[in-house]
């Protein structure tokens, strides 16, 4: 019996692939025998750090860890369409009506808010700084046709600022008004690079470390009011989710437990996030 | 920013950071696993593309060779749209999971295998075809051999593999979702990093990355030469 020169090697990869995939796997069984959520949520909870100082006294309290895929507002709805994920907290309340409404979620629940800052150079080309309104401030934008940097990618801000445009009565359009299809950090990003204005959640400004010449130029009209909600997810739609768990971080994010935690998150001596579970 | 990047680096490396250690050790488990697995299919593959004539051929070695440019982000949505619940594979429970980060990559390294190993040994088989046909070596036995022979050059097709593994963003980040201590590698990590304005912590990390990636390149490079000296 010949033996070939190639088997050698080739059992000898195949055992060292298959040891290494072996590994892999009994890595991931272990993981998902551990009590976990996946939860479908936005880059500005995210971005901020909200989460990596809220999550650790729920896991706490119940044992059960959730992961966060952080995406803008618009893919966190469909990966929770799809049934993708256990439990959804986004922030754009008319989209969460609607998600409730078309039956992919049985309810929703306020959380918290904050506000919605524009920023922009430190020279305000526009001269947004003294404008008496949001809407004023996007007429300046759009009258100087100075850059403006939107997210465009469908997210719970970039809802949020198109019908601040669309109530401030103007078309955004042309070379000043630029989508960039990206998350908020990166479109700060962006806007810092080239000067433009930028409308941001407060708490991923607040975090943001890369402003360069970028300063908060107009805040606190109410119109630019930021809020965040929960759902609980249809059984029906997806009975295979872990509704039993979503359902105890649900609550929890209500509870008394959770609205602390919430509220005692600080990013630079900053509160970012102001529970409001009961304001219904 | 670029100094205040190295130091970064410096500090990550030095501090032997735990979740620095646990998305290096992911980013690893994860590209050297895929790669393995694809090599264990691209191998035979692209020798029997090499040596075997049939009808079809020259349009799917063009093909491969496209696939070598197919665009990680698409090799994701659709091993994403595979796995989702609402997918075909969504019972398996495997999206925002290593094994879904491993999934995707085989997708996008076996075509760079298989059309690189077919290339290495067809050159080879031109060089020997005769000699195997005048000892009677069938075709089929004769992909073990030139394989064998051509380890060589394999090493570096295997590294190149590899190189694409670990530096894609694109597919790991819509299959894995980029959760903290479960499916965030280095390049998601960088991604995130940057988004949040951290740029130094984010070129420290990729700094940290190529040195990493260095490290392999070397190490195969030492098993190429000492195999090399070994066949004197």
Redesign the interface.
Known sequence: MTTYPGSTPANALLSRALLIAGLSLAATSAQAEDRFITLASTTSTQNSGLFDAIIPSFTEDSGIDVRVVAVGTGQAFEIARRGDADSLLVHDTAGEEAFVADGYATERADVMYNDFVLIGPTEDPAGIRDAGSAAEALNLIAEHEAPFASRGDDSGTNRAELRLWESAGVEPGGDWYRELGSGMGATLNTAAGMGAYVMSDRATWVAFDNRQDLELLFEGDEVLFNQYGSLKLSPERHPELKHDLADEWHDWLLSEAGQQAIGDFEVKGQQLFFPNADSE | MTDSAFLTALELVIGLDADLLAIVGLSL??S??AV??A??LA?PMGAALALFRFPGRAPLIVALNALMGLPPVVAGLAVYLLL????PL??L?L?????AM?VAQVILVLPILAALTRQKVEELHGEYAEQLASIGVSRL?R??????DA?LSLITVVLAGFGRASAEVGAVMIVG????G?TRVMTTAIV?E??????PLALGLGIVLLALVGAINALAHLLGEATRRQLG
């Not at chain 2, 989702?84 to 997918?87: P, V």
């Not at chain 2, 992909?143 to 064998?148: E, Q, R, S, V, Y």
Request: no cysteine; hydrophobic share 45%.
């Open positions: 488990k994860i050297l696993t393995a697995i090599a264990l191998f989702s619940r609402a997918g969504g019972s429970g999206l925002f999971t290593p094994t491993v036995r992909i073990p051999t030139l394989l064998w380890r979702g980029n959760i903290d479960v995130l940057t988004s949040k304005g951290n740029l």
